[in-house]
Each structure stands twice: as C-alpha cells, then as structure tokens.
C-alpha cells in the first residue's frame, strides 16, 4: 500500500530527548526522510537515511532504520522549545522509477519548558 | 533558506477562476516537484518535471497543470477552481537522488 504511518502528536519536556517514529509498507524504499515543518513555513529537509544504512547521525538526531519492521524512527537529543513543530517522515521508491515523496501525516511535538 | 522560491505567497480568488503558481528551483536542479497540502489530505504528491520533460504524475486533478520551461522555473495551473482545491502547494528540486528541497509554499485561498 501507499501508507506511511506515524503517531500524531509527541509532548516532551525541554531538555529531554524526544523520539518520533514512522513505519512505512514498500520494501523497495531508496531513501527516508524527516521533515520539519514550523507554523506558516515550508518544509526543512533535517536528514535522510538511504535504505541499506541502520543508523544516521547529526548532531542532535539520529536516525534509526529497522528494514525488517519497516520502521524509521527519528531522536532528537536536548529537546530545545525551537524544536516545537510538525515532523514528517518520507519515503521515495525505486519502484516509482522518480524521486516522488510519500508522506507520512504528520508529528506534532510540542516541548514544555 | 532552501534556494527554492515560490511565488505569490499568498493567493486570494474565487470560485471558477484560475490561477498560476510559479516556482524557481534550486541552481543547477533539474527536477522540480509540486505538492499539495491539506488538512484533510496531508501532503499529496501532485507531478514531477526533469529538465523540461514530465516524469511522474501523482494525485493531479485534470483542472490542474504544470510545465517546466527552458531556464527550469515551473509553473502550476489551476483552473476551474473551488473551494476544496484551498490548500498549500509546495515546489520543490532536486539534482541528486535522497536530496529534495522545498520552497516556502503558496497558501491558496478559493472563497
């Protein structure tokens, strides 16, 4: 199917590690994605996994892929009140033969100070 | 800054008209991508141009159209328009593969 599923929303406090997880159904997936979205503003590419790596690290996220669950999972360290947006995770196919994404609905995390 | 630029940001019309999204990719970028989001649709793939030739259609209506043009911008039409195509509609490039950058979106807004 074209699902890619995450829970909706995540509230953590600040300075706590935050975990946002995906899992997606196509196992041809190249490459997975996370997305920041801020209110009224356009999608910030944060990182991207290509589909034989396990894990990815960036300063304060890291980027865990189980191919086996089809599970993705997105942590970020020092949660900061900045980081308060919408999380996408997403997919490209190699079945698709183009770079389309498909997206997952969308986590809300909300960080408390 | 992603180096994607859309333009209007915002656009204010009524039923029936029709209106068109331009968006300039990044430098170099060959493929441009257009997507729409709505509340009640989330993020929606709408159609893929690489260097001036169509790639991929994904859920685009037949009102709606795109092009991409020698110097690579993009242009997204709509027509016919109502009230359940307000939404945002994003651009974004890419030049290589795992890499794809969005512009700042066009919120529409069909009263």
């Known amino acids: 199917g074209e699902d890619v599923e995450q829970s909706l929303f995540l509230s953590v406090r600040e300075g706590d590690s935050s975990v946002i997880n995906c899992t997606y159904t196509?196992?041809?997936?190249?490459?997975l994605y996370w997305y920041k979205q801020e209110p009224g503003a356009g999608l910030q590419l944060l990182t991207y996994?290509?589909?034989?790596?396990d894990m990815k690290q960036d300063q304060r996220l890291t980027v865990l892929l189980n191919k086996k669950d089809k599970h993705l999972s997105l942590r970020i360290a020092d949660t900061q009140t900045g980081d308060s947006a919408i999380y996408f995770c997403?997919?490209?196919?190699?079945?698709?033969?183009?770079?389309?994404?498909?997206f997952g609905q969308g986590t809300t995390l909300q960080v408390k100070p | 800054d992603s180096g994607v630029t859309q333009t209007p940001k915002h656009l204010i019309t009524a039923t029936g008209q029709r209106v068109t999204l331009r968006c300039s990719p990044r430098s170099g970028d060959l493929s441009v991508y257009w997507y729409q989001q709505s509340l009640d649709q989330g993020l929606q793939f709408l159609i893929q141009y690489y260097n001036g030739e169509e790639r991929a259609k994904g859920n685009i209506l037949e009102r709606f159209s795109a092009q991409q043009f020698p110097d690579l911008h993009s242009e997204l039409n709509l027509s016919s328009l109502e009230l359940g195509d307000s939404a945002l509609y994003f651009c974004?490039?890419?030049?290589?593969?795992?890499?794809?950058?969005f512009g700042p979106g066009t919120r529409l807004t069909v009263t």
């Open positions: 196509d196992s041809s997936s190249t490459y």
């Open positions: 997403a997919e490209s196919r190699s079945s698709s033969n183009t770079g389309k994404l498909i």
């Open positions: 974004a490039s890419s030049a290589l593969p795992g890499e794809q950058y």
């Open positions: 996994i290509f589909s034989n790596m």
